[in-house]
């Protein structure tokens, strides 16, 4: 385990955690996306030790670290107890907000299992960038609910224009669209931070894989 130089945060290498984490964190495996295409899921996690630990962090200058870890009963069980981990992208992510935040003027309000999930959370049918703590479902900007047509193409077009790389979901009800709230996403980011451990722990990472 390293720290993070200024960051009150911990880097763990996933592979060297213990089993009942790792197999719902599947770190450095291959996932099949929506569209069939393998991505393969993050290596290397901040810790968090509890969630006052989450609520002090400050992953950028307007975003809590506990914002983007609210996740409900569908969380996998060894995930909603602590220690906790998220990928080390989630600092690139807020930091994205924050542009932006700024572009809207006001508070950005990220939904209830709307940030990071592990690959094992109920919700997930298959990969989403939500596991590589990529992706966000944003459902209030400022007084405005995303609910409806025009606030979600609205604010859709502000995160694209805001937030080059940003990709936003349609609106709309079929499966990949959204009518309840706004994601936002920037694909399957992975992090290696510069102290994360890197020890060769003979695994054969091009043939670990999971349907």
């Given amino acids: 385990m390293a720290d993070a130089p200024g960051f009150p945060l911990a880097v763990v290498d996933g592979l060297r ?17 929506e569209n069939g295409v393998v991505r393969r899921l993050p290596r290397y996690f ?7 630990h989450a609520m002090s962090v400050r992953v950028s200058p307007n975003f809590g670290l506990w914002e983007f ?8 069980a060894p995930l909603r107890a602590f220690p906790r981990y998220v990928p080390c ?32 959370h109920a919700i997930n049918t298959n990969a989403t960038p939500h596991c590589w703590a990529s ?4 459902h209030r900007v400022g007084d405005v609910y995303l609910n409806d047509r025009e606030s979600i193409e609205r604010f859709a077009a502000l995160a694209r224009e805001s937030m080059p790389g940003a990709w936003t ?12 709230q706004l994601h936002i ?19 054969d990472a091009e043939r670990r ?3």
């Fill in 17 to 33: 955690l213990e089993k009942s984490v790792r197999d719902v964190l599947l770190p450095d495996r291959h996932v099949h996306d």
């Fill in 46 to 52: 901040y810790e968090i030790v509890s969630w006052e």
């Fill in 69 to 76: 870890i609210q996740t409900d009963v569908r969380e996998a």
């Fill in 89 to 120: 992208t989630i600092t690139m992510l807020a930091l994205c907000l924050e542009r932006f935040r700024e572009a809207a003027g006001t508070f950005v309000h990220i939904a209830a299992n709307g940030g990071y999930r592990s690959p094992r």
């Fill in 135 to 138: 992706a966000v479902n944003v």
């Fill in 169 to 180: 979901r349609p609106f709309g009800t079929a499966r990949g669209e959204t009518d309840d």
């Fill in 185 to 203: 996403d920037f694909g399957y980011v992975l992090s290696i931070p510069r102290d994360a451990p890197t020890a060769n722990l003979g695994f």
């Fill in 209 to 211: 894989s999971v349907s």
